[in-house]
């Protein structure tokens, strides 16, 4: 079936076109690189993988409860409108957001490998070129994985949020090479990482646990990626500079604070724009869940060298403030260490079911 049938409602443009600007960088020298990206580059090539075969697609999905999402942690739950409706009612509610959040995942990981492939067009260094050559690579995994989960499993998309659509071609349109970088692999990839975290971290559905510690063992690279590479660069950058990249960072935050609304969702039961505005700001789950979700961009923005007056004040704004001291290099390991566990939890199972077979055989063979 064509995704365009699976649509809640149609996409504006079936083909979103942004203009490209900035110039496509050669470099000559082919020796020399950083040895922590040239490793980094190394463990992208060693750590490759199918989607299709390293994921048990198999496993089932009940489209009406994907995530095993609490009632509370939906917007409705505990207003008027949740009293009137029918358990069929809330069924189709959990549908209707997990597919809205992975339709967001997905519409983010093609970003990213447009991205991906943008910095290897422009970025001067050739180590940086290699590695962002096996992140697109990965991206393309990415996008694979989660548009086959919402297209077999939940049978329904949503089209892209108006304010990650905004900061997607706000990121695409500079020129500046670095700005990929920091829009896609400091904010878009790292609020994207902490919401992959919370939900591989809660549910209790074997797929989507899989999918979501996969790709994160990924990003963990792609971000690590990004600080290197804009932590080296903007050392060298003038305080007019680093305060323009800043403001980009600020009116990024608040681009992906306001993505997490689900408003879209609202609206698809009824609920008038406003009203659905006004849920989404009462809800306590709502407000814990944003803050989780900038536990991997403020430690990496201050880490990069961007933690100016105006930012930090941003920051307080926000709530996220005290975030800044997370230590991320913690984060990412456990995100590599959690899908090699889950790896061999699933490879040690499968190896009892088939040492079971075999004995069975050699019992039946016996008996006969």
């Known amino acids: ?7 809640t409602r149609p996409p504006a443009d079936p083909l979103w ?16 690189g950083r040895d922590r990206l040239l490793s980094l580059y190394q463990k992208g090539k060693d750590k490759q993988w199918d989607g299709a ?45 997990a597919s809205w959040q992975f339709s967001q995942f997905l519409h983010g990981e093609q970003g990213a490998m447009i991205c991906a492939a943008r910095i290897v067009e422009s970025v001067p ?19 694979e994985i989660y548009g086959r989960f919402l297209h077999e499993k939940i049978g329904m998309l949503y089209p892209v949020n108006d304010d990650l659509q905004s900061l997607l071609g706000d990121t695409l349109r500079d020129s500046r090479w670095d700005m990929p970088y920091l829009g896609m692999q400091v904010l878009i990839e790292g609020l994207a990482l902490a919401a992959f975290g919370m939900i591989r971290d809660t549910t209790d559905k074997p797929l989507p646990q899989q999918i979501l510690a996969y790709v994160m063992q990924d990003e963990a690279r792609h971000v690590a990626f990004g ?23 600020i009116e990024g935050c608040y681009l992906m604070r306001d993505r ?9 039961f009824g609920i008038p724009k406003a009203e659905a505005l006004e849920y989404s700001e009462q809800s306590e789950f709502l407000h814990l869940f944003r803050k989780l979700l900038f536990s991997r961009i403020v430690p990496c923005v201050k880490d990069i060298g961007l933690w100016g007056e105006r930012l930090q004040r941003a920051y307080v704004d926000l709530g ?7 230590n991320l290099d913690l984060l990412m390991a456990q995100d590599e260490e959690i899908a090699e566990k889950l790896d061999a939890e699933r490879f ?21």
């Open 1 to 7: 079936m064509s995704t365009r049938d699976l649509y």
């Open 17 to 32: 076109q942004v203009p490209a600007t900035g110039a496509a960088r050669f470099s000559w020298e082919y020796d020399e």
């Open 53 to 97: 075969r390293r994921i048990d697609w198999e496993l089932e999905v009940d489209p009406y409860d994907p995530l095993g999402t609490p009632d509370e942690a939906l917007t409705l739950h505990g207003t008027r409108h949740w009293a009137r409706m029918t358990e069929r009612d809330k069924a189709e509610l959990r549908r209707h957001y």
């Open 125 to 143: 260094d050739m180590d940086a070129k290699f590695y962002s050559a096996t992140q697109t690579m990965d991206e393309a995994r990415h996008a």
């Open 227 to 249: 600080r290197m590479a804009l932590r080296d660069y903007y050392r060298q950058l003038t305080d007019a500079e680093l305060r323009e990249r800043e403001e980009f960072v």
């Open 260 to 268: 997490l609304r689900g408003v879209e969702v609202l609206e698809n």
């Open 320 to 326: 996220v403030f005290d975030l800044g001291d997370h």
């Open 348 to 368: 040690a199972a499968e190896e009892r079911e088939r040492v079971g077979e075999v004995d069975a055989a050699i019992r039946a063979g016996a008996e006969s």
